[in-house]
């Protein structure tokens, strides 16, 4: 029934469109809120079915040696990965220009694209002198 209701929905966009000289119907606050109110929004589904243990993760970086910048540096963005909410298509983004040191702090610039504009973030890290 719910993928008929939806088959219904894409024929009415199609029905108005051809009779309204809008490029895109959907946008319409009236439209949207039809939409939320029977619940016809598509749900998201998780990559994965069940968390990973980011206690491993940490472990195997405290037991290993530092290394190479190129292994500190894939180790951290694992790191950000992990522990922050933002997708790998921000992260992949990053060069080393976006990363900069200051005192104790170091600030990683981020751009994410939210509904076709680009807005600027700022991540921060702050030095700790206790062990994880």
């Not at 968390?51 to 292994?71: C, E, P």
């Not at 200051?102 to 206790?130: G, S």
Request: charged content about 25%; some cysteine.
């Amino acid at each position: 029934m719910l993928e008929e209701i939806r088959k219904m929905k894409t024929h009415a966009g199609v029905a108005f469109s051809m009779f309204s000289d809008v490029n895109n119907i959907n946008q319409y606050p009236v439209v949207q809120a039809i939409v939320k109110g029977l619940g016809l929004e598509r749900q998201t589904k998780s990559k994965y079915n069940s968390v990973r243990n980011l206690n491993l993760l940490t472990k195997f970086i405290m037991r290993s040696s530092l290394g190479t910048a190129r292994d500190l540096m894939r180790r951290t963005m694992g790191l950000i990965v992990a522990f922050l909410a933002t997708r790998m298509v921000e992260l992949a983004r990053i060069t080393r220009n976006d990363i900069t040191f200051r005192d104790e702090i170091m600030i990683i610039k981020t751009a994410v694209k939210k509904y076709k504009k680009p807005k600027q973030y700022e991540i921060t890290f702050n030095k700790r002198q206790i062990p994880c």
